[in-house]
């Protein structure tokens, strides 16, 4: 595609569900990376993924986080038994030359 | 660590006017890169300026420059001839190039509402 898309652009879920958040980056970018953006907060790193390399998780706050990315393409976001305080905007971004980095839209997550 | 610090939470500007964004980082670093980065209401970050560390010149692009002073650590953003569409959140980012992660490190932004 023309950009880095994810998908729902919207979700609300019940306190104690799990939730999974998708990622396409643009098409032969080797990284990715995810962000969340709580309200009133800048970004914050969660994981970096570059190419076949084990990814950068040190950001996760929780073991309740996880990511994968299959197939060097398509990203997951997982978060399990979701808490209020996860409610955020969960950005997905994709670099080619790792120093300029393409962001998508977000997925805002509401936790009820 | 690097710490990226944005002193304004709010500003505004007349339409046609400049203003001037102001960033503060620190880092024991030399070099490295600086980026402005747009929010507008639909989300999506877009990359407005990059500036090199190693590059005394100030980045500029269009209606939008940069003063990067190194040694006081600061990355300031004007937008000259402020237009409606430049209403937004507006963050600075700092990155450190090499090693396994180009990871951004964000201030916490500074909402920009340019009034007609």
């Known amino acids: 595609g023309a950009g880095v898309s994810q998908s729902p652009s919207n979700k609300v879920t019940e306190k104690g569900k799990d939730v999974e958040l998708r990622c396409d980056p643009i098409?032969?970018?080797?990284?990715l990376y995810w962000y969340r953006q709580s309200l009133g907060q800048g970004l914050e790193f969660l994981i970096y993924?570059?190419?076949?390399?084990?990814?950068?998780k040190s950001g996760l706050p929780s073991d309740r986080f996880s990511a994968e990315r299959t197939g060097g393409s398509v990203s997951t976001l997982t978060i399990q038994r979701t808490q209020q305080e996860d409610s955020a905007v969960y950005l997905c971004?994709?670099?080619?030359?790792?120093?300029?980095?393409?962001f998508g839209q977000g997925t805002r997550l509401t936790v009820v | 660590a690097q710490t990226v610090t944005q002193s304004q939470p709010e500003m505004s500007v007349q339409e046609a006017e400049t203003v001037t964004l102001s960033c503060t980082y620190d880092?024991?670093?030399?070099?490295?890169?600086l980026f402005w980065y747009k929010q507008p209401p639909s989300r999506q970050m877009i990359l407005v300026i990059r500036?090199?560390?190693?590059?005394?010149q100030n980045a500029t692009e269009n209606r939008f420059s940069v003063n990067f002073q190194k040694a006081a650590k600061s990355f300031s953003l004007k937008i000259s001839d402020s237009q409606l569409g430049d209403t937004a959140m507006y963050f600075c980012?700092?990155?450190?190039?090499?090693?396994?992660?180009?990871?951004?490190?964000f201030g916490k932004g500074t909402l920009l509402t340019v009034n007609p």
């Open positions: 971004a994709s670099s080619l030359w790792a120093v300029e980095a393409f």
């Open positions: 098409s032969g970018h080797t990284a």
């Open positions: 993924f570059q190419g076949n390399s084990a990814p950068d």
């Open positions: 880092t024991s670093e030399s070099n490295y890169y």
């Open positions: 500036q090199e560390a190693y590059k005394q």
């Open positions: 980012a700092f990155m450190k190039p090499g090693g396994s992660n180009y990871k951004l490190t």
